[in-house]
DNA sequence: TAAGATTTGTTCGTATGTATC
DNA sequence: GGATACATACGAACAAATCTT
């Protein structure tokens, strides 16, 4: 582990040692759940305050690269960045950035048909039951605002499941990220009210349809009906406020 | 600013600090460079040891969402995450998934010839004269591999600028993201070697053309070009180890 | 230039909480 | 339950940076 020169200057010092940790794990190709040095032998190590490493720790920590327990066989440990933990922080960008519906749903119309299409035929039958399971979130069309805004947040649930199954981790990163935004302002303006009967059959027939087509293995169609899906889903939110994203994501 | 509860566990009390100023923040709408309250004012806000609240502050920090400074007039600062920093911090979440040249340039077609056509005949002189400099670098052919190197990172910033410089910050930030994976892996390991004539040719015949149906406002031409050119630069790679970013990016 | 004021940055000793055996 | 090993929290003293005069 690289000490930063005992020379440096006498400030920041908690972020050169986390620098200085992350370069260490990297050299030594260490993976999730490899240990680090405890905090003693850090201390002894960068010659440095408790405080110091402490903070250092918490830096990583917040970054999602380590994770800490106490007790015997305890200490700190590489911990993979969940793909929640990298949302939360991408989403705290865009926080400040006035992201708008079209925005989002100009990418969405660009990548949810070809994730679709390059789906078709690869799900295995617990991935396909697991998509059957949120379908059925659309059983019978909604009786009230709550069951509506319900509804859309399944079939969201519904684009980042596929988003996952995708053998693309930037596609799915992707996808995920802009279903998780559309998501939380889903759930925080009650958007989709009052519950609309005929938006209910067409949103409950492109889930059927698509379904149908990627067990069929039938990767045209699947695009079409995505393209198609997705048209509508944002002509469907296109009146709403422009601007998103005016909190922090949660963690 | 909610003070956790002062019978809360003895456990993770930077963490809680920590979510509560960000809660704190987005009530009340602060901006970029509003200040927050001191350490001195924290500890007794919260009722906790200076130690804590500076973990905490180096939680928000190492997030990009204050910044500190020391001396009169000090303290800490609402603090804009800035797109390199959200860059290097979805890329750690990149670094434990082995992430292949195919699905970046899965990506780069579908997104970058958009990105093209969406800007044809919107940008300014001044932005068009950026773009000239950075299309410059490409004069010549290159006489060494070093040469050859630097030119194709000055290409990716090339991309970079017109991923800034797209209405979209959600198109924008994904382009320029792989812009700059790619651009890291260009100088970590030596690609493109050795210098090729040909290829060299090419890149600038790609880059004249795009900024002349740029300027002249043609949209699907501008969208042709840079179609060609994502197949031709992801056919260049192809051969190349299939696994990047085995390391963290750079802050 | 220099001194003083103000605010964050660092240290270290002590005490406490928590998980494992 | 007691011993052990580890992180967690506290607080007072001191260092360093930077603004003002």
Chains 1, 2 share one sequence.
Do not use: C
């Amino acid at each position: 582990m690289d000490l930063p020169a005992k020379s440096e200057p006498k400030r920041r010092r908690p972020l050169q040692v986390a620098e200085a940790i992350k370069s260490w794990v990297v050299e030594r190709g260490l993976r999730r759940g490899d240990r680090l040095p405890g905090e003693a032998e850090m201390i002894t190590r960068f010659g440095m305050s408790k405080s110091t490493i402490r903070e250092a720790m918490r830096i990583l920590e917040a970054q999602g690269l380590v994770e800490t327990r106490t007790g015997p066989g305890g200490g700190s440990f590489v911990g993979e960045v969940t793909e929640e933990r990298a949302r939360a922080l991408l989403g705290n960008y865009f926080y400040f950035k006035g992201l708008s519906i079209d925005d989002i749903y100009a990418l969405r119309e660009l990548l949810e048909p070809e994730l679709a299409a390059s789906l078709a035929g690869t799900l295995t039958d617990a991935q396909l039951a697991d998509l059957d399971a949120l379908v059925a979130a659309y059983d019978s069309p909604a009786q009230s605002p709550e069951e509506e805004r319900d509804q859309h947040v399944a079939s969201l649930a519904f684009h980042r499941k596929l988003a996952r199954y995708s053998g693309n981790p930037l596609l799915g990163f992707f996808i995920g990220f802009m279903a998780q935004i559309l998501s939380d302002l889903t759930v925080y303006r009650r958007l989709y009210e009052p519950p609309n009967q005929t938006l209910w059959r067409k949103g409950r027939a492109y889930q059927l349809d698509l379904m149908a087509a990627l067990r069929a293995g039938d990767a045209d169609r699947a695009r079409q009906i995505m393209r198609d899906h997705m048209k509508t889903a944002h002509a469907m939110m296109q009146d709403q406020e422009a601007e998103v994203m005016r909190r922090f994501m949660a963690e």
